[in-house]
Structure formats: structure tokens, C-alpha cells
Nanobody, 120 residues
Framework: QVQLVESGGGLVQPGGSLRLSCAASGNIFIINAMAWYRQAPGKERELVARSTSGASTNYADSVKGRFTISRDNAKNTVYLQMNSLKPEDTAVYYC??????????????WGQGTQVTVSS
């Protein structure tokens, strides 16, 4: 199994910044993609940002220019730097990893979620 541990959520004022981290552990052979999703109350889970194994990235239009996804492959860790936060960014943020264990096919893994609240 692959375990994902997230950290970095919290309460921040509008215009502020937060940095989320997600560390993957387990008998990992290769990580194909790492991403962040979010889910606000009453809404569907949506993709925020994704980083592929080829180092390409893509972002939701609503966060372009404000959020940056990065990864430390040596640590199997993905980060989400969130700047200029808005109240509409309030949601539970989930780490998502597509990883392959030795002898297995790639599988989708989810973190437990971390709450981000943007409010004055």
C-alpha cells in the first residue's frame, strides 16, 4: 500500500498564503503523477493542480497565477504553494497520487484531506 500524509492546512485571511505538503510512503516503484484536488461544502471535488512524471503541470483556471505545484521526487513529496488566497478557495484539499508498486499496475491513492479556510 501507499500512504499519503498531508499537512499545512489552516485558517488564513484573504490575501494570505499557505503551503500544503503531501508525502507518499510505502513500497513505491514509480510515481506517475501527483496532484491536489479540493472539495468545498455542497460542491463536487475538483482538480486544483497536477504535476506529471514528465514535469509538466496544469492548473484550474481559478487558481492560475496564484497557486504553484511542485514536487521533490527524492522525498516522494508534492507541495502546493497558495498565494493571494480568496474566500472561495475555502475547501478540504486532497492529495492524489498515481503510483505503481513493484509488480503491480499503477493505482490511484488519496490523502485524508486538509482543511483550508480563508476568512477575515
Amino acid at each position: 500500500q501507499v500512504q499519503l500524509v498531508e499537512s499545512g492546512g489552516g485558517l488564513v485571511q484573504p490575501g494570505g498564503s499557505l503551503r500544503l505538503s503531501c508525502a507518499a510512503s510505502g513500497n513505491i516503484f514509480i510515481i506517475n503523477a501527483m496532484a491536489w484536488y479540493r472539495q468545498a461544502p455542497g460542491k463536487e471535488r475538483e482538480l486544483v493542480a497536477r504535476s506529471t512524471s514528465g514535469a509538466s503541470t496544469n492548473y484550474a483556471d481559478s487558481v492560475k497565477g496564484r497557486f504553484t505545484i511542485s514536487r521533490d521526487n527524492a522525498k516522494n513529496t508534492v507541495y502546493l504553494q497558495m498565494n493571494s488566497l480568496k474566500p472561495e478557495d475555502t475547501a478540504v484539499y486532497y492529495c492524489n497520487v498515481v503510483a505503481q508498486m513493484i509488480g503491480e499496475i499503477p493505482r490511484n491513492y488519496w490523502g485524508q484531506g486538509t482543511q483550508v479556510t480563508v476568512s477575515s
